[in-house]
């Protein structure tokens, strides 16, 4: 079939970056420069030239920046997001017959024939037909004048009559008649009669600083009253905020907040069998107090809740809270609107199961239900609900066993209205499913973190997660420990473990979080050999805290998070770079930022000891053009952990780290020559 318009001669592929053929938006962060690449091409030996189209979701008129030619037929542009929310980008390409003809001038006017050269090579060269050349140029700028406006198009026309006076001149010798401001004003003025179009328009969704760069703390707020005789409240957890703060986290994560149901109900350490005074899993949701839009009353009203999401905002934090689409069957959900949940053949209710687990007091949602669409409805009226009471931010439960196509639906339509939402997705699942969440709107993931402890396996995993194409949709957020994670190397590592693990998640990921304050005082007794529950698990019981026990590696914890804020380098996954060492119980990266507004790049590099029990020792083989070091370069290393500093020297330097002690090094990388300044990265 031909085309509608045969003439388009330039094609347009490869556009980058796009994700599952452009199905998603790629993802960046307001302020961001997101360089847009291409393959153009066209036919035979003509000059192609192309622009990148942009615009806010919100903007009528497009905004064009000119494309540059790398090599081999790949072109480049940048745009800088400096809005929130969904932004378009296309690309236009078409034949530049203008500048083809400047370049072909150039060519004939290099083989021109001079009768004056003593040499006879010069003096016998064919003729070029120079006047004829200057007469199609002036043709072409004829064209180009009809397309400017004022003076511009004076100057054009002009130039045109130039060149027709050049040719009527009939001279044995010409030069070059254009100046390249006047070729710059012709590309000013192309002809987009035949221009190309990339066939489909791109996205990228812009979040907040904040998806790219946080600490997340998690706590029980009813395990919080300084009096264990009473429940905790969310004033109590208002009394930790200055605390918690101190210790430099930005986002404070809150377990579900709503009633919890009787029916059911479990005891401590999940025994199907309850005392009085249990108070069961948060995670059980709904009771004849109300359900997803309801406060447990125990914890307060929403006054007392409004005013904690005030004074985490006063003390530099967000409030995280946490949605988890189940129902407890006291929910009055399961009373109105039976039918969105899966019914069993002697009538009762099916309740959440992960053979041979069982959660008797959990109804899961039915996401075939005849009712789906008021089921849709429903769920995103939950987040809208919290949204309007000042929440931002919210860690959602196992969304990887609701339907995929709701929650692509449900955040854009939420991120319509409120474009600065974070939606950090619990989802411990295989890759695809984990993968498919974040590109379907969710702004951060759990990762598997959690499950690598090997170097082998932390680099290939990170490597995976920190480079394109994965980070074009993909954030990970890594967590040593959750409420419901209590892995292996924490329960025979002891305290070293501890550390290991949480110098690994604050070094390696922008984004991390711990179950507090459990991790930092070293909570590590399974329920039952070969378990990664909790034994008395906070999850089933009140538990009372000693937040000031000497053990506690909190000031630790709080040294990590200074060192974060202070180190751009920290703060984006994208320069995360590997270092060889001979020692397979030493991983050793590093992580660069530029230098901004004439001051120095930041460089930093990290050795952890993987080993909880026992000192290592090994040399790593620094990458030195990946830091920016010259070869044979003396320059200085500074140990943010201890203030030490270690004067190096080219590829190789010695590391021992004791875990006992400290099993890690986290350096700064000072230049001590003149030939200081680093490489930038994005060259490498």
Known sequence: ????????????????????????????????????????????????????????????????TPMTELTNDMWSASLTVDQLGRWIYTIQAWVDHFDTWCADLKKRLAAQ???????????????????VAFTIGALLLDQTAARAKGADAKQLKSLAASLRSLADQNSPLYDYPLTPADEDLAARYPDFSYASDAGKELHLWVDRERARFSSWYELFPRSTSPDPSRHGTFADVELL???????????????????IGMAFRKGRNNTASTNPDDEGSPWAIGSPEGGHKA??????????????????????????????FQCSPDHPWVKEHPDWFIHRPDGTIQYAENPPKKYQDIYPLNFESPDWKGLWDELRSVFQFWIHRGVRVF??????????????????????????????????????????LTKGGFTQSYTYFTWRTEKPELQAYFEEITKPPV???????????????????????????????????????????????????????????????????????????????????????????????????????????????????????????????????????????????NEQAGWIDLDLKQLGIAHDEIFDVEDLLTGNHYQWHDRSNYVALRPDVMPAHIFRVIHKSPRSEMLDISTI
């Open 113 to 131: 024939p001079d009768p004056s050269s003593p040499d006879p090579a010069k003096r016998d060269l064919p003729p070029q037909d120079i006047p």
């Open 471 to 613: 980070t074009d949709f993909f954030t990970p957020n890594v967590w040593p420990n959750t409420p419901d994670i209590l892995h292996a190397s924490l329960q025979t590592g002891g305290r070293p473990a501890f550390m290991q693990r949480i110098i690994l998640a604050t070094t390696l990921a922008a984004s991390y979080g711990i179950y507090g304050p459990a991790y930092e005082l070293g909570e590590n007794v399974p329920a039952k050999p070969v378990s990664e529950e909790y034994l008395h698990s906070e999850k089933y019981q009140i538990r009372r805290w000693e937040r000031s026990a000497p053990h506690s590696i909190a000031p630790l914890v709080t040294r990590l998070n200074q060192i974060r804020r202070t180190n751009p380098a920290l703060q984006s996954d994208l320069s995360l770079h590997f270092h060889h060492v001979d020692n397979p119980q030493i991983i050793a990266y590093s992580k660069s930022a530029p230098a901004i507004d004439g001051g120095t790049a930041n460089v930093i590099l990290v050795a952890v000891n993987l080993d909880p029990h």
């Open 295 to 324: 406060i447990y009353s125990k914890l307060g009203t929403f006054a007392d809740f409004d005013h904690l999401v005030a004074e985490a905002h006063d003390n530099g934090m967000e409030i995280a809270l946490d949605i988890a």
């Open 241 to 259: 905020l200055p605390e918690i703060a101190a210790m430099g986290f930005d986002i404070l994560y809150l377990p579900p907040i709503h009633p």
């Open 395 to 436: 860690r959602v439960d196992n969304p990887h066993t609701k339907a995929l196509p709701f929650w692509e639906w449900c955040i854009a339509e939420l991120h319509t209205e409120s474009p600065d939402v974070i939606f950090l997705a619990e989802a411990f699942t295989r890759p695809h499913v984990m993968y498919s």
């Open 1 to 64: 079939m031909k085309p509608a318009e045969g003439r388009k001669r330039v094609i347009i592929e490869e556009i980058k970056p796009q994700v599952d053929c452009g199905r998603y938006p790629a993802r960046r962060i307001l302020g961001d420069r997101v360089d847009i690449t291409a393959a153009i091409f066209s036919d035979g030996h003509d000059h192609v030239a192309a622009r990148l189209l942009f615009k806010h979701d919100g903007e009528r008129e497009w905004r064009s």
